[in-house]
């Protein structure tokens, strides 16, 4: 039996996790090649309905990734990301999903080796949860 | 509302006109028709409403977002009864005011909302599948909704609901629970007028209860703040784009 490997959808936000991402790239840290960066300006513009249309569509995992609080190149983008994250949560959880398959984090431009450490651990646990049960329903 | 031709509706009812046989046992969102109306209004003039606690908590939330005026509108209280409150589950049926009718207590459970968190995960994602593949994708619980004020629904935008595909996919109502999650009131509009009998009200009701968890925030709360997922603590809604999105 092959090891199961998840699909995972990371948003990144320009400023921040993108340049994180980049610095992690730049210094050679192994990751896991499971998941698909989509660099946005703003952590703020991703909209709760990407998540939930990537995550119906049988996407595993959904990572967002903006500046740590205070650090906004936008002033206070990333504290509306911190109010609508969890809501998603809670909708995926009440549906029936488990509310670990999204997951907000904060990476700043400087923090490669969190880069890493954040994707290696959420690409294990999306392992772990198993495939996304969406994925076969089809409708 | 007063009976007509077998059928009840919404009635108007002018300064000095004779109101005659009206019925109040009805349950009917009638802020949904006053949001169409309001914009109608000749400036100045004031138009009273009969008011359920959820239309009170509905009006809150217009005013919050300064759709409405609030001295423009009056406020008439009117106390379910027990038949109605039973249909809805409803935990908070007095309004702060009663005019018409007597008030009586809330329910404290929704069964069906009890059975479900109690369901294992796997179970509650089969239910609302089924659930769900019953959407024929009709609008009528966005359309009858008293607080859909949206000026560009995002339900109609290409990228999230196509155009083609009946059941839409299980993104459509997650879509509009996180919509309605700062605002719903739980009127149970949603599920009255919904044609497939998809239980809307509960999925309402578990969303309110995990927001109420995390924020300590129930739709209609009369407190100046402003949309609580697109705004910040005291930040005030001016500019002219969309509110909600």
Known sequence: MTEFKPTILAFCCNWCSYAGADLAGVSRLQMPPNVHVVRVMCSASVKPEYVMKAISQGIDGVLVLGCHVGDCHYMTGNHRTAKRMPVVQKILKDIGLNEKRVRLDWVSAAEGEKFQKVIVDFVDEVAKLGPNPLKEVRF | ?245
């Open chain 2, 1 to 245: 509302m007063r009976e007509e031709h077998g059928n009840v509706g919404p009635v108007m009812i002018s300064k000095g006109e004779d109101p005659g046989d009206v019925r109040t046992d009805v349950p009917y969102q009638l802020i949904t028709i006053l949001s169409n109306l309001y914009p109608w209004m000749t400036d100045g003039k004031k138009i009273a409403v009969v008011t359920r606690k959820c239309d009170e908590k509905a009006l809150a939330e217009f005013f919050k977002r300064g759709y409405f005026a609030r001295d423009r509108v009056i406020q008439i209280g009117l106390a379910c009864n027990r038949e109605q409150i039973r249909q809805c589950r409803c935990s908070d049926p007095v309004p702060s005011v009663v005019d018409i009718g007597e008030p009586h207590g809330g329910l404290d459970t929704d069964a069906l909302s009890e059975k479900l968190m109690a369901m294992s995960s796997e179970e509650r994602l089969r239910f609302w599948e089924y659930q769900f593949r019953k959407c024929n994708k009709c609008f009528a619980c966005t359309t009858n909704c008293p607080v859909c004020f949206c000026d560009e629904c995002v339900l109609e935008e290409r990228t999230f609901v196509p155009e083609r595909g009946v059941p839409p996919g299980m993104s459509f109502h997650m879509i509009r629970a996180y919509h309605l999650s700062d605002k719903c009131i739980e009127c149970g509009e949603c599920e009255r007028s919904c044609p497939a009998g998809i239980p809307l009200l509960t999925l309402r009701k578990l969303v309110a209860r995990d927001f109420k968890e995390m924020y300590g925030f129930s739709p209609g709360d009369e407190k100046t703040v402003s949309p609580l997922l697109t705004t910040l603590e005291g930040e005030s809604l001016d500019g002219d784009e969309c509110d909600e999105c």
